[in-house]
């Protein structure tokens, strides 16, 4: 099994929910390891940026909106095949169709508000990771 990196960001929803402590508390009662987080709001601008591979979806500007409408909490978590499993863990995209007990599921309001961004690969991980973290603030 390989020890992966991902990027998790807690949502203006769940931030303003103030579940912020319950989801990490979630990943960390699940055996993955904080390696950096931060609390920042985005930017239109920023929002855009990050999620510019969907930029011909339909959903990208209520995205980079919604996004950009509140503080975020990003963070780096570690663990072995830490991507797909985080993925387990959130639970799918709409809350209303995620499994019991997912953080989506807990937490989500709908598709668009639905707490939790995670990267969906490696790939996704080694962009979305910089995008919020230098080096020097992820540890260990």
Known sequence: MAIEQTLVIIKPDAVSKNAVGDIIRIFQEKGLKLKA?????????????????????????????????????????????????????????DPAKAAEGTIRKLYGTDVGKNAVHASDSPESAKVEIPFFFSQLEIVG
Not at 61 to 66: G, N, V
Not at 76 to 88: D, Q
């Open 37 to 93: 987080l931060k609390m920042t709001k985005l930017t239109k601008e920023d929002a855009k940026k990050f999620y510019i591979v969907h930029k011909d979806r339909p959903f990208y500007d209520e995205l980079t909106d919604f996004m950009s409408s509140g503080p975020v909490v990003a963070m780096v978590l570690e663990g072995e095949n830490a991507i797909s499993y985080v993925r387990e863990i959130i639970g799918a995209t």
